[in-house]
Structure formats: structure tokens, C-alpha cells
T-cell receptor, first 116, second 113 residues
Framework: GAVVSQHPSWVICKSGTSVKIECRSL??????MFWYRQFPKQSLMLMAT?????????EQGVEKDKFLINHASLTLSTLTVTSAHPEDSSFYIC????????????FGPGTRLTVL | GENVEQHPSTLSVQEGDSAVIKCTYS??????FPWYKQELGKGPQLIID?????GEKKDQRIAVTLNKTAKHFSLHITETQPEDSAVYFC????????????FGTGTRLLVSP
């Protein structure tokens, strides 16, 4: 149980284009979903927290107009990197918590974004 | 805000040995402390967690201890196996809300056969 999927697992795009990453909770309803970014050999940095049907809360220093988050249902959240640039290249990971256990975060497999 | 320090950054052990990873946190209000294992190119996987009302928790070869007074918590892996090789992250909840986590810097564990 508590499986989180992400799609795509990797993506390569040209500078200036937008990329959408999906995060799905497969066997539970996610009260909250989190989006993290991880650079090589570094820790996870929280980008934003989203609850179904409400606007995401962004961490300090994260541009909300660049990283658009939509949490339209209890099983799906999307992260759109708009006008991507090479410095946005990173490993993006989502996590989710469920109603039954609101403190435990279950992570997706991650999406590697490479911007050329 | 919460700050989580993790040591060591790398740890090499022989198969069968024990491994210990230590973390300290700064926010006395933190009350949830999970540990995650991350293999190369994959997302973190929860391996064990502990809440502030418990001092120790064990799950087969893995154990976690918590010292709230000293704001320390540690991961203990006994009888290590090569498949335990990965990066391990500790985390602490931000304040009492449980939900937001602050992660440590990670420990790269290498278990040699």
C-alpha cells in the first residue's frame, strides 16, 4: 500500500519550453502532496505544499509563477516548470500523505528534468 | 527554523558489521522523525520512523533511538548487507504540525562484501 507514482520518469526539453510532471497516489487519497527538488549529491529541498482544491503554499525563494502546482483531485497533483532554463535541471520528487496517517510522507520515484 | 545536521556524510562498513548514523535537530517542538533510504535515481523510501513520545523503535535489523533532551536521534543497522548500500536521510517535522519535514544532508552507506 501507499504507492506514489510520477510521470514522466525523465524528460529532456529545450530552454524556454514548459514541462508538466504528474504525481499520483495509486492506492490512497492524498490529503496533502509535497514537491521537492534534489540536486546531485544533495538533500531534498521542499518547494511547495499543496492540498486538494486549494492553492499551493510555496517555500521561501521558490517562484510560484515559474513552478505552477495544481492539485485538482485527491489522487493527482501536477508541477509545471514554465519557461524552463538549464538551471532548472534537477530531480523533482513528490510525496503524499493520506487521511489515515497524516504525518508519514510516501515518496514517488522522481522525475529527472534536463533542460538543454 | 528547523535545522537538521547529519553525520557522517559517508560510511563504509564490511558486510555483517553494524552501521550508525546520527542526526541532531534544532527545533524543540519537532515531534516526528522519519528515516529514508534512497537508491541511485530513485525516490526516498521510508524505512522507519519514531515519534517524540517513544525513545526507541526497532524493526528487524533496523532501529532508531531518540533523545529529546539532547535533540539527537540515530539510525542503527545491524548485520549489514550489500543491498543496504544507499544514501540515508534523516528528517524532522517542522514544529508540531508533523506534515512538513526538514531533511538532513544524507549519509552515503557502502557495505562491502
Amino acid at each position: 500500500g501507499a504507492v506514489v507514482s510520477q510521470h514522466p520518469s525523465w524528460v529532456i526539453c529545450k530552454s524556454g519550453t514548459s514541462v508538466k510532471i504528474e504525481c499520483r497516489s495509486l492506492d490512497f487519497q492524498a490529503t496533502t502532496m509535497f514537491w521537492y527538488r534534489q540536486f546531485p549529491k544533495q538533500s531534498l529541498m521542499l518547494m511547495a505544499t499543496s492540498n486538494e482544491g486549494s492553492k499551493a503554499t510555496y517555500e521561501q525563494g521558490v517562484e510560484k509563477d515559474k513552478f505552477l502546482i495544481n492539485h485538482a483531485s485527491l489522487t493527482l497533483s501536477t508541477l509545471t516548470v514554465t519557461s524552463a532554463h538549464p538551471e532548472d535541471s534537477s530531480f523533482y520528487i513528490c510525496s503524499a500523505t493520506d487521511y489515515a496517517n497524516t504525518d508519514t510522507q510516501y515518496f514517488g520515484p522522481g522525475t529527472r528534468l534536463t533542460v538543454l | 527554523g528547523e535545522n537538521v545536521e547529519q553525520h557522517p556524510s559517508t560510511l563504509s562498513v564490511q558486510e555483517g558489521d553494524s552501521a550508525v548514523i546520527k542526526c541532531t535537530y534544532s527545533d524543540s517542538a519537532s515531534n516526528y522523525f522519519p528515516w529514508y533510504k534512497q537508491e541511485l535515481g530513485k525516490g526516498p523510501q521510508l524505512i522507519i520512523d519514531i515519534r517524540s513520545n517513544v525513545g526507541e523503535k526497532k524493526d528487524q535489523r533496523i532501529a532508531v533511538t531518540l533523545n529529546k533532551t539532547a535533540k539527537h536521534f540515530s539510525l542503527h543497522i545491524t548485520e549489514t548487507q550489500p543491498e543496504d548500500s544507499a544514501v540515508y536521510f534523516c528528517a524532522a517535522s517542522l514544529g508540531t504540525g508533523f506534515q512538513k519535514l526538514v531533511f538532513g544532508t544524507g549519509t552515503r552507506l557502502l557495505v562491502s562484501p
